[in-house]
């Protein structure tokens, strides 16, 4: 019977599953199990797989149009020493960036000694002013990070970019896991792999510590831009699985600096929101006067401490890719550490130097605008074309703190099943991390994306990509997590019956909401798993 790898043939990349034709450690069992499937039996689960997401709705959002998201059957395997390392490396850059954000909206100090210009932080897109006043009850203003990993040619992760601001794609993480122990069942009971089913239990408990000052009973609602949006299932997930409200904007009101919700027995105060909707559409009183996403008056409440929006407004500074840059010395600065996990090689283009070697070598790099997510406006040097080049360069004259350079890196590659057999595909990784307060808590393995299409480098899903299981290995019994009792959910009022205004108000709203999509794709964090910025899922 012919065997799924025997005609398995891995690239320049590194390969994560086989070295010299054998199986790496962490990858023997697995391969075993494989390799006692029927090719046929395979391709059956392959299809059930399919179907089975296809049921549950598992789909993402690219303009207006959606789509089924591929679920590669084929686990990715990462082994409890090599997690260790990345767990504290996440750890590491989420603390340093809460320090950062918490320095940059007070007093600035790391500009005033010399550790990153106060230019590149007042230049940046997502720097707000209007988030100077607000001063998060237990200090975090990231509850929730994803930081974009990539394996170089060595196997070292590296950080790719950070996501800080609402970072997405975690409920393909879970529904992912339920999915795969089904379809591979014989796999999955012979390994100890680390259980990701806990998430929603950390993030409500995150979510309530930050709770306003004397507040022991906290009311917590996600806050999403409504169905229209592409991450509309994530949002309806982690609420349902927390066992709080889903609330729209139309949902909530400000009252004498408090945030009330709409419900069935009247109005009800609301302390902690976790918000999906992007900063820009949060608050029509300081950012724009025709968002009807968000609530009038958010801005304020949270500035007079009645309330905690989760993440903090002014974060996507943060994730500005000039930042990045910086991220390295700002570890250092804050935390006296070395860093745990690299950057990503990176020339800025501001610099005259830099500037002047990369245009030289404008064929050899990848040049990305700092702003962009969702592999929106990346131009891969060695696949562009003259004509292509010759604009990208005007256009980084033009505004050349716009844009960053990176040499080209091949993703480390995994088995990924296309057409009936095994082929070496590229992939990234985005683990999620959860702050309370106390601690960061690292989600064991995360959200791995896979790019589909042969040689392609961009795993993002509106370039056509899927997800993979991230299995973390368990060396130990894993940590015991404490209960967290979720709230009694609180019953919100109908909606008002429908008629010409209503049907008018709709219609903006679910253009304002794919507005904010559309937005994401320009900006950092896009609507869909692409950066999991925010907001479809980093897929």
Aim: include cysteine.
């Amino acid at each position: 019977m012919p065997r799924l790898f025997d005609d398995y043939a891995t690239g320049r990349a590194y390969d994560e599953m086989f070295e010299a034709g054998a199986p790496r450690d962490p990858y023997l069992t697995l391969s075993r199990s494989f390799n006692d499937l029927d090719p046929d039996d395979v391709a059956s689960r392959v299809e059930a797989l399919r179907t089975a997401y296809l049921d549950q709705g598992v789909t993402f959002d690219i303009g207006g149009e959606e789509r089924a998201f591929p679920l590669d059957i084929v686990p990715r395997v990462i082994e409890m020493e090599t997690w260790q390392e990345v767990d504290a490396g996440v750890q590491q850059r989420v603390k340093a960036l809460e320090a950062f954000l918490a320095d940059v909206y007070d007093a600035g100090q790391v500009f005033e000694d010399g550790v990153i210009p106060r230019r590149v932080v007042a230049t940046s897109s997502h720097f707000h002013r209007e988030a100077g006043g607000v001063r998060p009850p237990n200090g975090v203003r990231v509850h929730v990070s994803g930081i974009d990993l990539i394996r170089d040619d060595e196997g070292n992760f590296r950080v790719l970019e950070d996501n800080v601001r609402v970072p997405s794609g975690v409920s393909y993480v879970m529904t992912n896991r339920r999915s795969i122990a089904a379809a591979l069942p014989e796999a999955f009971s012979h390994h100890r792999i680390r259980p990701v089913a806990s998430y929603p239990q950390r993030l409500l408990a995150a979510l309530r510590a930050a709770a306003p000052a004397g507040v022991t009973d906290p009311t917590v609602v996600v806050l999403t831009p409504g169905v229209y949006n592409g991450a509309y299932f994530e949002h309806a997930l982690l609420a349902r699985t927390m066992g709080v409200e889903l609330v729209e904007g139309r949902d909530l009101q400000c009252r004498r600096g408090r945030v009330m919700m709409r419900t069935t027995h009247g109005l009800e105060p609301v302390h902690v929101i976790y918000r999906r909707v992007d900063d820009e559409f949060l608050d029509p009183v300081h950012f724009r006067g025709d968002s009807l996403l968000g609530c009038p008056g958010l801005i304020d409440a949270a500035r007079s401490g009645q309330v905690t929006l989760a993440n903090a407004v002014g974060n996507g500074v943060a994730d500005d890719k000039l930042v990045y840059t910086y991220l390295p010395d700002i570890i250092r600065y804050y935390l006296g550490e070395e860093p745990r996990l690299r950057n990503v090689d990176t020339w800025r283009l501001g610099d005259a130097d830099a500037r002047e070697e990369v245009m030289d070598r404008l064929d050899e790099l990848v040049i990305k605008p700092v702003d962009g997510s969702g592999g929106k406006g990346i131009v891969i040097g060695p696949a562009a074309t003259r004509t292509e080049l010759d604009e990208l360069r005007q256009r980084v004259m033009q505004d050349p703190r716009a844009w960053i350079a990176q040499p080209v890196v091949q993703l480390s590659t995994v088995p990924t099943y296309v057409d009936g057999t095994m082929a070496a595909r590229h992939v990234d990784l985005r683990p999620f991390a959860v702050n309370d307060g106390q601690r960061v808590w690292v989600l064991p393995g995360g959200l791995t994306r896979v790019a589909l299409e042969e040689g392609q480098l961009i795993v993002n899903s509106s370039r056509g990509g899927g997800s993979k299981d991230t299995w973390v290995l368990a060396g130990t019994a894993p940590t015991p997590v404490p209960r967290v009792e979720a709230p009694a959910p609180v019953p919100v009022g109908p909606t008002p019956s429908p008629g010409p205004a209503m049907d008018e108000a709709a219609a903006t709203v679910e253009g304002q909401q794919q507005q904010q999509q559309q937005h994401q794709v320009r900006h950092p964090h896009a609507s869909d798993t692409d950066t999991a910025g925010e907001d479809g899922a980093g897929c």
